[in-house]
């Protein structure tokens, strides 16, 4: 837990996350276990990043099944002392051939805050492509903040891997 909170004390840091900061480090408990729920239930899926050789936190990612049949969404972060290592592509990389592979998901979908061009980049370098703009993606702060979201199927997946 310290590594999402230490995350979470970088300005801006959840300005992109459906999510806030954190008040305390005791907020976070729940979380975990929440978290812990929903990997029991099938409802999401919480995975920790972390450097091979060092086992260093890198960063987070999501995958969560949607209501549409074989459909899942990904989400991914990087702690900020980390950012432009190219992490978050290994990381976005990770979140989709677990929904392919683990959960047989047919399609993937991901979104961005459209001012998150760093988001952008990754998901380009991932494969995915664009499906539309969504005006009021989510609510952060009592305002509606416009996303991009993108798909990718589980035959690209395949052709990006060969």
């Known amino acids: ?12 840091f959840n300005d992109g996350m459906l999510w806030d900061a954190p008040a305390s480090r005791e907020e976070m408990i729940g979380w975990t276990e929440r978290n812990r729920e929903r990997w ?7 995975l920790t990043a972390r450097q091979i050789e060092t086992g260093l936190f890198v960063g987070r990612n999501m995958v969560r099944p949607l209501d549409k049949p ?7 972060w990087i702690h900020p002392t980390l950012w432009n ?7 976005a990389r990770a979140a989709v051939s677990f929904a392919f592979e683990e959960l047989e998901a047919e399609t993937v979908a991901v979104a961005h805050a459209v001012w998150n061009t760093a988001s952008a980049r990754v998901i380009d370098k991932v ?5 539309r703009d ?3 993606g989510y609510m952060k702060h009592g305002q509606w903040v416009p996303e991009r979201e993108y798909v990718m199927t589980r035959a690209k997946w395949h052709s990006n891997e060969t």
């Open 40 to 46: 029991a239930e099938g409802q999401g899926y919480t």
């Open 70 to 76: 074989k459909t899942c969404r990904i989400g991914f």
């Open 127 to 131: 494969g995915f492509t664009f499906a």
């Open 134 to 136: 969504i005006p009021q």
């Open 85 to 91: 290592q190219g992490y978050a592509t290994e990381i």
């Open 1 to 12: 837990m310290e590594h999402v909170w230490t995350a979470t004390r970088y300005p801006g």
